[in-house]
């Protein structure tokens, strides 16, 4: 019984401090990887969907933003969280090799995929040699 009590709290607490701090922004974890033809992120933002996330450039400056709504399953209760849910944010420079006219994006299950293509001048080719 006392287990709910502090459990019921620390609700209460997330759900002032997100409702009272509005300009409060998460920082998602982000995974990149690269190959010769493109640099990928892997940004989770638990919550979000395709109409709550934003993806821009301006000035070599990619932004990553989006808003998750928490919502406990219907006829249950939060008990305890593990990671913040409100609004995400997360800002990169990107260098000149990228090509920012096809940057891509695209968003499943809490994980912003953002594609960001190589120039061709800086791609990677594999030269023949020649005996």
């Known amino acids: 019984m006392a287990d709910t009590q502090v ?3 620390e609700k209460e607490d997330v759900q002032a401090t997100q409702s009272s701090q509005t300009d409060t922004y998460y ?3 982000v995974d990149i990887c690269e190959d ?4 990928r992120l ?13 993806v821009t450039v301006e000035n070599n400056v ?10 406990d399953p219907e ?22 090799a990228v090509d920012t006219e096809g940057i891509k994006a695209r968003v499943q299950h809490g994980v912003l995929v953002v594609t960001l293509p190589k120039r061709e001048q800086v791609k990677t080719r594999k030269i023949q040699i020649e005996a």
Do not use: C, H, W
């Open 42 to 54: 892997e940004a989770d933002m638990p919550g979000v969907d395709q109409s709550s996330v934003d």
């Open 27 to 29: 920082t998602p974890n």
């Open 75 to 96: 006829g249950y209760e939060l008990m305890g969280q593990e990671y913040g849910v409100g609004r995400y944010r997360r800002d990169f420079t990107l260098s000149d």
């Open 36 to 39: 010769s033809e493109s640099i």
């Open 7 to 9: 459990a019921k709290k």
């Open 62 to 71: 990619l932004t990553i933003e989006g808003r998750a709504l928490q919502e």
